[in-house]
């Protein structure tokens, strides 16, 4: 496992689990699951990883980590609430200024490289109209 995703399972589990036997218990229960040992040694539960939508796998066999369980009470109404602290709404995106029309794909390498004036005015246009110029030079 990699050593900073370990570090930060930890972290969150001494966030969640205030109480130290109630975090050994919840260690206990990733480690059954991430060694597919104990009660997810089952072959159904191990075969089934691989294939299952994992919120499916979840409800079929994640009752031997009900810790781990992401629709316990104290997910939803404690301090774990606003893990993602923005929530999953999105906000209005009025007084954005220049954001509003930053919005590049990066699948779209050729867009990036256009960049806008006040004028609306690419850099692309005016390398055209110098080029433009110097063809008219010659």
Not at 40 to 65: E, H, L, Q
Request: hydrophobic content about 35%; glycine content about 6%.
């Amino acid at each position: 496992m990699d050593g900073e995703v370990s570090t930060e399972r930890i972290k969150c589990f001494r966030r969640i689990f205030s109480n130290e036997d109630e975090r050994i218990r919840a260690n206990d229960e990733f480690a059954n699951f991430s060694l597919k040992s104990g009660p997810f040694a089952d072959p159904d539960s191990i075969g089934s990883m691989y294939v299952t939508d994992p919120r499916k796998w979840w409800a079929c066999f994640g009752s031997n980590a009900p810790l781990l369980q992401r629709n316990s009470s104290q997910y939803y109404d404690e301090k774990t609430k606003l893990w993602d602290v923005g929530g999953d709404q999105f906000g209005s995106m009025e007084d954005v200024g220049v954001l509003e029309f930053a919005n590049l794909s990066l699948d779209e390498p050729e867009l990036e490289s256009v960049l806008f004036d006040e004028n609306a005015t690419t850099r692309m246009e005016k390398e055209n109209e110098k080029d433009s110029e110097v063809e008219e030079m010659l």
